[in-house]
């Protein structure tokens, strides 16, 4: 089931590209991808998410949990940064996104301690805003274009939600994502992939006919 979410958001993380970096107040602007052979080295204990290469000269790492974080897995990704760090020559701003809603009481360095080594910790539950979801909702009804920000919250919400209810929010998500594709209100279906991977990724471990759910074969036609 990680990897399934794991999944889902690195492709998040590619399509939506500066945007997605912009959505978690991150004040670093993306050249590139950053391809690099750390993780053949050892890719059972060193697997690196996604790293982008910025403008300012930093290597953003996204790592991306679904379960609570623990020690052992702070320990692993800054056992990464730094081995990225030298390979790289570069400084590396490691950014750790949790789906996991329940916070970690794990604290791996002290506030006296450098912040060289210090995560970016993100609960993705402080992002979700019921007003805005609302306002979407809102827009589909007057039949009024959404905005490239909109499409990204819209998608990533039903990851914002406890777990208890994020199926609940995938099928409504979907239904809106039907509805804007209908009714013509964003142009860029391209968009939509992450959502295909959600609904036929996350969604088939924890149903026994994810199509009930969603007309998966609907976005999968127009975005593969």
């Known amino acids: 089931m990680h990897q399934n979410v794991d999944k889902f958001f690195k492709v998040s993380a590619i399509l939506f590209g500066q945007l997605f970096v912009d959505f978690f107040g991150l004040n670093y602007h993306i050249i590139r991808l950053y391809r690099n052979e750390l993780n053949t080295f050892d890719g ?9 290469e910025t ?3 930093i290597l953003l790492n996204f790592e991306f949990q ?8 702070l320990k692993k990704y800054m056992e990464y940064k730094v081995r990225l760090q030298c390979q790289s020559g570069k400084k590396v701003v490691t950014v ?39 306002s979407i ?29 994020r199926l609940l929010k995938i ?6 994502i039907k509805e804007i594709r209908e009714k013509r209100l964003f142009d860029a279906d391209e968009m939509y ?18 199509i009930e759910v969603v007309d998966c074969e609907l976005f999968s036609q127009s975005t593969c």
């Open 44 to 52: 059972t204990s060193l697997f690196s998410d996604l790293v982008f």
């Open 55 to 57: 403008r300012e000269g």
């Open 66 to 73: 679904d379960i609570k974080l623990e020690e052992k897995h």
């Open 96 to 134: 750790i996104i949790c789906t996991y809603h329940i916070k970690s009481d794990v604290y791996l360095f002290k506030e006296t301690e450098t912040s060289l080594l210090k995560p970016i910790i993100h609960y993705l539950l402080d992002s979700y805003d019921e007003v805005k979801y609302l």
């Open 137 to 165: 909702k809102n827009k589909l009804i007057n039949n009024l274009k959404l905005s490239h920000q909109e499409i990204q919250f819209l998608i990533l919400s039903p990851f914002m939600v406890s777990k208890k209810f």
């Open 171 to 176: 099928r409504d998500v979907c239904d809106l």
């Open 193 to 210: 992939l992450p959502l295909v991977l959600a609904i036929d990724q996350y969604v088939s471990v924890q149903l026994p006919r994810p």
